[in-house]
Structures are given as C-alpha cells and as structure tokens.
C-alpha cells in the first residue's frame, strides 16, 4: 500500500537536475538527515536545508 506524502516545499529548481530537486524534496519531507549518494557535487546546497550528503562509504563508517 502507498502513503501518499504532499509536498510543499516551493523552492524548485534549487539543484543543476530537477530529478536531484525531488530526491531532496523527499528528503526534507520524510524528515531524513542524510543523502547517500556518488552524485556529491550536484546534491552539495543539501546542506543549506540541514541535510548530509555523503558517498555510500562515509555513510557505512557511521553506522554502529
């Protein structure tokens, strides 16, 4: 079954790829703090709304 989130963050386009302005959308809206992923350089202004963007390693290195 599918939970359907509504989405109210107005700020797109933010990010170079419309398709990493909707992984961040998500993000904000799941309430997560981190972004795993290779694509660093096109998810970097992440941060300005308190999200980690971080390589599939760095995450791992955090985990308990």
Excluded: C
């Excluded at 809206?29 to 202004?45: E, P, Q, S, W, Y």
């Excluded at 999200?51 to 760095?58: F, K, M, Q, S, W």
């Amino acid at each position: 079954m599918l939970d359907k989130q509504p989405i109210y963050f107005l700020w797109r386009p933010m990010l170079p790829d419309p398709k990493d302005d909707m992984v961040l959308e998500v993000t904000l809206a799941a309430g997560a703090t981190h972004i795993v992923t290779l694509n660093l350089k096109d998810l970097r202004l992440a941060s300005q709304f308190g999200i980690t963007v971080l390589r599939p390693a760095e995450f791992i290195r955090l985990l308990p």
